[in-house]
Each structure stands twice: as structure tokens, then as C-alpha cells.
């Protein structure tokens, strides 16, 4: 009986916060800093078939990372996986917040090696973004080997930052075997792509917190509704209500199928404040003229984000809540939405 009580309290301990190191630089700034994959692993290689190259055609790199830190801001101790291109504002926003980030290269470019009879099956797509993520055979369409998995990239990356930039304390985000990264610790974003493989990713392997922006999509798949390694409090959505992602029922259907519903309703950021109900899902309304690409943009920060008069961004808190808000904070339980199609086949 004893040890069926302590279960609860072990299982919440997985992910207790252990306190964060403390800077001692003896020159406080912000740290970026970028370097080829190829050349921090030797054992990365190219897999043109699936257009995961190290340079294009005009030999402009595609397998450079990114990473920044801000050492005059107090750390938590947590680190941000931004699955997508690198994006300069959201890693400022994401230092100033006392978060470590890195951008990695992995293979995200796949969908033109789908057969079109494989593309809607309601499996593929799922099972080949866990392998882009793990370097793991999950599907019989491509062979992507741990080295060029977004797992090892990423921890690879994080063992060159450690011996580049001490400073920065990097060497906190690996485990300690050495082998790998904390995934206690970390955080993984994305936007579209990126968002839904995020939210792939979460559902196999256990992490602090997921960002989705403009996402998950997939809308014919059904692991949205796989158990989760994850629990769903620390899921996080942000979308436009013009994105065709969300006028198509792609993302209100993902996060009903993930059980975000349970954590309370879709509020309008527009029309609220933080803690926003202390909901997971949340959506704009910014006038966008009508503009669904520009909408699909808008929710990151950056050239299409919604701005005031004076040309401020006026989703700063949200960004804030969707990477800050407390997980153990949530909303109340609302039913399924009648008017959000799941069976989108039809």
C-alpha cells in the first residue's frame, strides 16, 4: 500500500522543476551562435532522396543550426527545440524569457516521396515524422539512420555548445548517462510542419512543455488520439481563425483528438487577458484583409505578426503564456465542439 501512495508523487517527480544553474559569466550578453551539422557529427549524412541535403543547388548550406542564450537574464533551466527555420525574433523573446534555444536541422521535406494511395491512409504521415524526430524505423517509406534523427542532431548539438559556449551552461540539458538530452528539460515548438511534429513527437517521448503555432495539422491521421507520453497540460496552441488549417477543422479536430478540451475552452486572445482561462487552445481574429497565408504567419513572431499603431506586437503576453504559464494551472473541462468536423475523409 505504501508504494501505491508514493506512485503518484514519483510520477509527478519525473518532472519537478531541479533548480536551474546560475550563470557566472564574467561578461553577461546574449549569446548566438550557429554551426553546420555536417560538421559538428561526422557521422550526419545526406539523404537526397527525401531532399534532407547539406547544401541546395546553388551550394547554399541547409544544415545549419542555430543557438542562443542570454546570460544576463536568470535561467530556468529549460531548453526550446524549434522545429522550422531559425527565427531571430522568437529566440530573442524566448531568451529574454530565461529559456535556452536551438534551431536543428532534420528532415522535413518528405512529402513528395509519398505514394498518393499512402498519403491518406490515416498512419503514413504520422509514422514519418517519429522517424525525422527519432532516427527510429517507424515507416517503411524512408530510412533515416539516429545520427540524422532530430534526437541526436539535437543532442549533438548541445554537447558542441557545451565545450563552445560554457558560458551558456548547456551541458544541464544532457542526461546524466551522457548519451542524450534531458527531455525533462526540454521544450519542443514549431509552426505548421514543424507544430505538428512537435505534437508527433510529444505523444512517443515524455517533455516539459509543446508549443504548437499554426498547428498540428494532419488532418486525416489518427495518432492525435494515441496515448501520450506527454500529458496533455502541457500541450500548447495558438492559431488564426482564417488560417485554412483552421477553416478546414485541421486544428480544432487535432486538439479535441489530443484532449486539450479538457483543459479549457478556445479563448480569442483578442478579446482577452492572460491567464486566458487557463486554457491550451488559443486563436486570433487580427484583421488579416482577408489574407489566409498572412494568417498562417501571424501567430509567431515576425514580419507577419499582428502590430498596434505604433507598430508594437500586440501578441507578446500570448507568446509569454504559451511558454511560461504554469502546466498545473488549467482550465475547466469543456465538451467536444459540435461544429468541428473530425471525419474529414468525407
Given at each position: 500500500m505504501k508504494l501505491l501512495l508514493l506512485l503518484p508523487f514519483l510520477a509527478a517527480?519525473?518532472?519537478?522543476?531541479?533548480?536551474a544553474l546560475e550563470f557566472n559569466d564574467p561578461n553577461?550578453?546574449?549569446y548566438d551562435l550557429s554551426k553546420r551539422a555536417s560538421e559538428i557529427?561526422?557521422?550526419?549524412?545526406e539523404h537526397p532522396e527525401i531532399d534532407f541535403v547539406f547544401t541546395d543547388k546553388k551550394g547554399k548550406p541547409q544544415d545549419l543550426e542555430h543557438a542562443s542564450v542570454d546570460t544576463r537574464v536568470k535561467p530556468q533551466g529549460k531548453l526550446v527545440i524549434w522545429l522550422m527555420g531559425h527565427s531571430a525574433p522568437l529566440f530573442e523573446r524566448l531568451n529574454g524569457y530565461g529559456l535556452h534555444a536551438i534551431q536543428v536541422h532534420y528532415a522535413n521535406k518528405w512529402f513528395g516521396i509519398i505514394p498518393a494511395a499512402r498519403r491518406d491512409d490515416g498512419k503514413t504521415l504520422g509514422d514519418i515524422r517519429l522517424e525525422a524526430a527519432t532516427g527510429e524505423d517507424h515507416s517503411d517509406l524512408c530510412a533515416i539512420p539516429k545520427p540524422d534523427g532530430m534526437m541526436e542532431r539535437a543532442f549533438q548539438l548541445v554537447k558542441w555548445l557545451s565545450k563552445e559556449n560554457p558560458q551558456g551552461k548547456w551541458q544541464q540539458f544532457i542526461n546524466a548517462k551522457g548519451d542524450g538530452l534531458d527531455w525533462d528539460k526540454v521544450i519542443v515548438s514549431g509552426a505548421s510542419h514543424g507544430a505538428t511534429?512537435?505534437?508527433r513527437f510529444a505523444k512517443h517521448q515524455k517533455v516539459d512543455r509543446v508549443v504548437c503555432f499554426c498547428g498540428p495539422r494532419d488532418q486525416l491521421e489518427s495518432w492525435q488520439s494515441?496515448?501520450?507520453a506527454t500529458p496533455g497540460n502541457r500541450i500548447f496552441a495558438f492559431s488564426h481563425v482564417l488560417d485554412s488549417g483552421w477553416t478546414g477543422d485541421h486544428y480544432c479536430r487535432s486538439w479535441e483528438m489530443m484532449g486539450l478540451n479538457q483543459y479549457g475552452p478556445i479563448v480569442n486572445v483578442d478579446e482577452a487577458a492572460p491567464p486566458y482561462a487557463n486554457t491550451r487552445r488559443l486563436i486570433t481574429d487580427?484583421?488579416?484583409?482577408?489574407?489566409?497565408?498572412?494568417?498562417?504567419?501571424?501567430?509567431?513572431?515576425?514580419?507577419?505578426?499582428?502590430?498596434?499603431?505604433e507598430g508594437k506586437f500586440l501578441h507578446e503576453a500570448v507568446w509569454n503564456y504559451l511558454f511560461n504559464h504554469p502546466v498545473d494551472e488549467v482550465g475547466d473541462p469543456t465538451q467536444l465542439d459540435p461544429s468541428c468536423e473530425h471525419d474529414l475523409k468525407k
Open positions: 517527480s519525473a518532472y519537478a522543476a531541479t533548480p553577461p550578453q546574449r557529427d561526422p557521422r550526419a549524412k511534429t512537435s505534437a494515441l496515448p501520450s487580427f484583421d488579416v484583409k482577408g489574407d489566409a497565408k498572412r494568417a498562417h504567419g501571424l501567430v509567431t513572431p515576425g514580419g507577419s505578426s499582428a502590430k498596434g499603431p
